[in-house]
């Protein structure tokens, strides 16, 4: 498994979404007391003018307030879910669904920002598609470019999401319902890296505006 903390975010996005325009520049003062994996991932999300998320919202760091020892950070892009921080706790994240109470969130502050961010390159990638009950035994061929990324589970979207990374392509399966095949989302660097795709038994792939083609051998 890919650990998290091996992933460089700048190289990261250099390679999903190209060179950043800008140089960094720091946050203001009143910034100050967030922690600084938030404060730094906002400084380095500056320098891209590509929008980085695409079904989370990240708070503009100057409008980040605690409230009741609580501050959210993120939202879904629904706002059904938000993910807070705790400033006794700059370490921890805290998530839960629109009137639940929060709960802790697996994951260090530093890695879930990686795993938001490269889970979001699926959705922002310009060469993406997806497939529904997708059989166990298609996802060896799917998967086999990449390695699973050891990220925390996590409840939303819904429980169970893996992520795969490698080769400049990216993927993440769910078994929604036992025994009704996998939800896959594949993104890549560049269209060529999804051809093959097409090629595999027993797949129904959909791409953004498209019409969709099953393979069955």
């Excluded at 166990?136 to 992520?163: N, T």
């Amino acid at each position: 498994m890919i650990d998290p903390g091996t992933i460089d975010l700048t190289t990261f996005l250099h390679t999903w979404y190209g060179a950043p325009g800008r140089r960094a520049a720091p946050l203001p003062d009143s910034c100050d007391w967030l922690p600084g994996p938030l404060k730094d991932w906002h400084v380095l999300a500056r320098r891209w003018d590509t929008r980085l998320t695409h079904t989370t919202s990240m708070i503009p760091p100057g409008r980040i307030r605690p409230d009741d020892g609580k501050a959210v950070f993120m939202v879904d892009s629904a706002a059904d879910w938000r993910w807070c921080i705790d400033p006794d706790e700059p370490d921890s994240v805290f998530d839960a669904e629109e009137y639940d109470p929060v709960e802790r969130n697996p994951e260090r502050l530093a890695d879930f920002l990686v795993h938001n961010t490269v889970r979001e390159a699926l959705f922002g990638a310009a060469a993406r598609t997806w497939a529904l009950a997708v059989p166990d035994e298609a996802l060896p061929e799917i998967l086999s470019p990449m390695e699973e990324v050891a990220f925390g589970a996590w409840k939303w979207p819904v429980p169970g999401c893996r992520i795969f990374l490698g080769g400049g392509v990216l993927a993440e399966i769910v078994e929604v319902d036992p025994g009704s095949g996998w939800e896959v989302h594949v993104a890549a660097t560049g269209f060529a890296s999804l051809s093959r795709l097409a090629n595999i038994s027993e797949t129904h792939w959909r791409t953004p505006g498209g019409s969709a083609k099953t393979t069955q051998k």
